[in-house]
């Protein structure tokens, strides 16, 4: 039909009589008078170039172009373009070089076309040094390219060598926005600073980019003196506030948004704000945001519901999140992936499952929280049963079946799947590695962990602070705690678990005034203890015996830091004051507690009583504990052990009796060793080893030998 009428109007246009033709007139250079009539049908037809060229209809837009008798220099532009805009770079550059004459724009568009396609931009730097006339958008197109290309100082030599009149606004928007995207403050400023002319772009940039590195209040220092707003600017300043957790002042700024001004309120900025009311856990808000969509008649496109499902997931009203789910009609995989993961994270497991079973289409994220699920479940089989039938799998997928692993102590199980993923071509990532070390320090396999730390060097990771905690951790965990302090001192910017990791790691091998030390430079350094850190501290003090040191720090938990104290740090108290025989003093601390104490308080209790023969509060934590665990046997054996050394017998033989009565057994001493990358372990009086036989042989040899 688009053709028929284009040969309608050529009809027309031959029949018009203002063409003149000549056998040596090529199409591009015809003799037409600008305003004759004549004229509109091609640019209506070089407007329907472009148009399907936008749209992607590149077959209607050759077809057009391939039967127009008179062509000019805007149609084979056009054509140009369309093909480059539909990555057709070879298409477009054999129309550029058949075009009878170019103009700027021509040369403009081939520019802006290998700037955009992948690895074109040496072709475009060599295309712009040979065109005979430059304007300000070919400028723009180069230093865009650059910018999208990564190769910055490029961009900047170009800005400085072009004509100081087509620098502002767009050449200057353009590299002012790759600085701020690199994270470059200190050079976008200076272009800003520099500008003789901005606009809403411009400002906005500046905006988003103090947002984007928590430099809020200059934001909003600059925001509140910006002549114009748009959408845009007000959407960054919202963000950053809520980005940086301000969520007050973000929430403040869009209902000004809506009262003060005619912005069109757009899906992005409701996006931003649903996002915020999720993370930040604004239930109340939510609803208000979510009712003033309603009333507005915003259209809940896929975008938007997504946003809202993820939100009300994310404040676990599930029930609201399935209500919308079911009644938006066009669902994506975001959609279903949103939901999956709400069901995950509530730890509803069948229904997450029953989701994901009904998915038209699941990607590797779809798996990925599948699997995560099962195994924060502790249901690792299953996650083994979904990671095995994956169509494809990610460093990400990977990592989560080894961190499940991992955090359901099947250590063995962890190394070896790690092993396995680097015989493929998938390469681990920063948590792969943290979790691995972690399961080869639980297992204290020091030989797995150097040979983790060695493909941590191979892939360059051994800068990244998250691997280097838990390097220090493994290594601490290890028993090597010089090598652990000499990864600590390596890192350039300890944080907050970099100091938890050594501080802890100090206190577990007995270095106490190592372990106190290094909290005092942290201290020093303005790093934040957090509760973790505290547990370090009082553990160190409990292995060099500080107690008047240990009363100090518990205490400034909250006169100095404002962390309530955990069930865990009353029974580093306990344990504190029982070493040192301050029983009494121990047990009026467990009374004095805000909280029923666990079997852990009690159990510190009942070991210092069995070291200082306190018979009396030996049966008290026993009692405590019979209550609070049934199925332990220790307290049984501590206590029946207590009455042997006080010579009690008939108490003795009572407690033994107990234990029996109630089929209660001590977990057996284990130990492990690692053979060609398999964990070997063995439980005291167990003859389970596949190798029994052939090990006990060997034994019976050695013990001949000596």
Same mark, same amino acid.
């Given at each position: 039909?688009?053709?028929?009428?284009?040969?309608?109007?050529?009809? =027309?246009?031959?029949?018009?009589?203002?063409? =003149?033709?000549?056998?040596?007139?090529?199409?591009?250079?015809?003799?037409?008078?600008?305003?004759?009539? +004549?004229?509109?049908?091609?640019?209506?037809?070089?407007? #329907?170039?472009?148009?399907?060229?936008?749209?992607?209809?590149?077959?209607?837009?050759?077809?057009?172009?391939?039967?127009?008798?008179?062509?000019?220099?805007? !149609?084979?532009?056009?054509?140009?373009?369309?093909?480059?805009?539909?990555?057709?770079?070879?298409?477009?550059?054999?129309?550029?070089?058949e075009m009878p004459e170019r103009n700027v724009a021509s040369w403009n568009a081939m520019i802006t076309g290998y700037m955009r396609s992948k690895n074109g931009v040496e072709k475009a730097c060599e295309l712009f040094s040979m065109s005979p006339e430059k304007n300000a958008v070919s400028y723009a197109s180069m230093i865009t390219g650059y910018v999208r290309a990564g190769r910055l100082d490029? +961009?900047?030599? *170009?800005?400085?060598?072009?004509?100081?009149?087509?620098?502002?606004?767009?050449?200057?928007?353009?590299?002012?926005?790759?600085?701020?995207?690199?994270?470059?403050?200190?050079?976008?400023?200076?272009?800003?600073?520099?500008?003789?002319?901005?606009?809403?772009?411009?400002?906005?940039?500046?905006?988003?980019?103090?947002?984007?590195?928590?430099?809020?209040?200059?934001?909003?220092? *600059?925001?509140?003196?910006?002549?114009?707003?748009?959408?845009?600017?007000?959407?960054?300043?919202?963000?950053?506030?809520?980005?940086? +957790?301000?969520?007050?002042?973000?929430?403040?700024?869009?209902?000004?948004?809506?009262?003060?001004?005619?912005?069109?309120?757009?899906?992005?900025?409701?996006?931003?704000?649903?996002?915020?009311?999720?993370?930040?856990?604004?239930?109340?808000?939510?609803?208000? %945001?979510?009712?003033?969509?309603?009333?507005?008649?915003?259209?809940?496109?896929?975008?938007?519901?997504?946003?809202?499902?993820?939100?009300?997931?994310?404040?676990?009203?599930?029930?609201?999140?399935?209500?919308?789910?079911?009644?938006?009609?066009?669902?994506?995989?975001?959609?279903?992936?949103?939901?999956?993961?709400?069901?995950? #994270?509530?730890?509803?497991?069948?229904?997450?499952?029953?989701?994901?079973?009904?998915?038209?289409?699941?990607?590797?994220?779809?798996?990925?929280?599948?699997?995560?699920?099962?195994?924060?479940?502790?249901?690792?089989?299953?996650?083994?049963?979904?990671?095995?039938?994956?169509?494809?799998?990610?460093?990400?997928?990977?990592?989560?079946? %080894?961190?499940?692993?991992?955090?359901?102590?099947?250590?063995?199980?962890?190394?070896?799947?790690?092993?396995?993923?680097?015989?493929?071509?998938?390469?681990?990532?920063?948590?792969?590695?943290?979790?691995?070390? !972690?399961?080869?320090?639980?297992?204290? +396999? *020091?030989?797995?962990?150097?040979?983790?730390?060695?493909?941590?060097?191979?892939?360059?990771?051994?800068?990244?602070?998250?691997?280097?905690?838990?390097?220090?951790?493994?290594?601490?965990?290890?028993?090597?705690?010089?090598?652990?302090?000499?990864?600590?001192?390596?890192?350039?910017?300890?944080?907050?678990?970099?100091?938890?990791?050594?501080?802890?790691?100090?206190?577990?091998?007995?270095?106490?005034?190592?372990?106190?030390?290094?909290?005092?430079?942290?201290?020093?350094?303005?790093?934040?203890?957090?509760?973790?850190?505290?547990?370090?501290?009082?553990?160190?003090?409990?292995?060099?015996?500080?107690?008047?040191?240990?009363?100090?720090?518990?205490?400034?938990?909250?006169?100095?830091?404002?962390?309530?104290?955990?069930?865990?740090?009353?029974?580093?108290?306990?344990?504190l004051l029982g070493r040192a025989g301050l029983l009494d003093e121990a047990y009026d601390f467990i009374n004095s507690m805000p909280f029923e104490p666990h079997s852990g308080v009690w159990g510190a209790l009942l070991g210092a009583s069995r070291t200082h023969f306190r018979l009396d509060l030996a049966e008290i934590a026993a009692q405590r504990i019979y209550e609070l665990e049934p199925d332990n046997a220790t307290p049984y054996v501590v206590?029946?052990?207590?009455?042997?050394?006080?010579?009690?017998?008939?108490?003795?033989? *009572?407690?033994?009796?107990?234990?029996?009565?109630?089929?209660?057994?001590?977990?057996?001493?284990?130990?492990?060793?690692?053979?060609?990358?398999?964990?070997?372990?063995?439980?005291?009086?167990?003859?389970?080893?596949?190798?029994?036989?052939?090990?006990?042989?060997?034994?019976?040899?050695?013990?001949?030998?000596?």
């Open positions: 039909m688009l053709v028929k009428q284009a040969c309608i109007l050529f009809h =027309k246009l031959i029949a018009y009589n203002s063409v =003149k033709f000549s056998h040596s007139t090529s199409y591009s250079s015809i003799s037409i008078n600008p305003n004759h009539k +004549a004229i509109k049908p091609i640019i209506h037809l070089n407007s #329907q170039i472009s148009k399907h060229g936008r749209t992607g209809n590149i077959k209607d837009a050759e077809t057009i172009f391939n039967r127009m008798p008179i062509k000019n220099v805007v !149609s084979w532009t056009a054509m140009l373009t369309a093909y480059a805009e539909n990555c057709q770079i070879n298409n477009a550059r054999k129309v550029f070089d490029d +961009a900047h030599k *170009l800005f400085c060598s072009m004509p100081v009149k087509w620098r502002d606004p767009f050449c200057s928007n353009a590299l002012m926005n790759g600085y701020l995207k690199r994270g470059k403050l200190e050079e976008a400023v200076r272009i800003y600073e520099g500008m003789v002319e901005k606009n809403v772009v411009s400002w906005s940039c500046m905006v988003d980019g103090y947002c984007k590195i928590g430099e809020t209040r200059k934001a909003r220092e *600059l925001f509140d003196t910006i002549p114009e707003r748009n959408v845009v600017t007000w959407t960054a300043m919202i963000d950053g506030y809520i980005k940086t +957790a301000c969520f007050e002042e973000g929430f403040a700024l869009f209902l000004q948004m809506r009262r003060e001004t005619e912005v069109k309120l757009v899906s992005n900025t409701l996006t931003v704000v649903f996002e915020g009311c999720g993370r930040l856990d604004r239930y109340r808000e939510a609803l208000q %945001i979510h009712a003033l969509v309603m009333r507005m008649g915003f259209e809940l496109d896929t975008f938007l519901g997504n946003s809202v499902i993820t939100m009300y997931c994310r404040l676990r009203d599930l029930d609201s999140a399935i209500r919308l789910f079911n009644i938006m009609e066009a669902k994506d995989t975001v959609s279903w992936n949103a939901l999956i993961g709400g069901y995950v #994270q509530a730890e509803n497991i069948d229904e997450a499952y029953k989701h994901f079973n009904a998915m038209p289409h699941k990607d590797v994220y779809s798996w990925t929280t599948m699997i995560t699920g099962f195994s924060n479940k502790g249901l690792t089989e299953k996650s083994v049963e979904l990671f095995d039938i994956m169509p494809y799998k990610d460093d990400i997928t990977w990592t989560a079946l %080894i961190s499940g692993f991992a955090s359901n102590g099947e250590y063995e199980d962890s190394i070896h799947r790690f092993i396995q993923m680097l015989q493929t071509a998938v390469k681990p990532n920063a948590l792969t590695f943290s979790s691995v070390l !972690s399961s080869s320090a639980s297992l204290a +396999a *020091l030989n797995q962990g150097l040979q983790i730390h060695t493909h941590v060097i191979k892939t360059g990771m051994e800068f990244d602070l998250s691997v280097q905690n838990s390097l220090v951790s493994f290594y601490a965990k290890c028993g090597c705690v010089d090598d652990a302090y000499t990864v600590f001192n390596s890192l350039d910017i300890p944080n907050a678990v970099s100091y938890n990791s050594m501080i802890n790691g100090f206190a577990q091998n007995g270095y106490g005034k190592e372990a106190l030390d290094l909290f005092k430079k942290m201290e020093e350094s303005n790093v934040e203890p957090n509760d973790i850190t505290f547990l370090g501290v009082l553990s160190a003090c409990t292995h060099v015996g500080l107690v008047a040191e240990g009363r100090k720090y518990f205490k400034s938990m909250r006169s100095l830091y404002k962390i309530e104290p955990s069930l865990d740090h009353y029974a580093c108290m306990v344990d206590l029946s052990d207590i009455y042997m050394v006080c010579r009690r017998k008939e108490n003795e033989e *009572l407690v033994r009796t107990m234990k029996r009565s109630r089929g209660l057994k001590k977990s057996p001493g284990c130990s492990w060793i690692m053979v060609q990358d398999d964990v070997n372990l063995f439980l005291s009086g167990d003859r389970s080893h596949r190798n029994f036989e052939e090990i006990k042989s060997t034994l019976w040899l050695l013990v001949d030998e000596m």
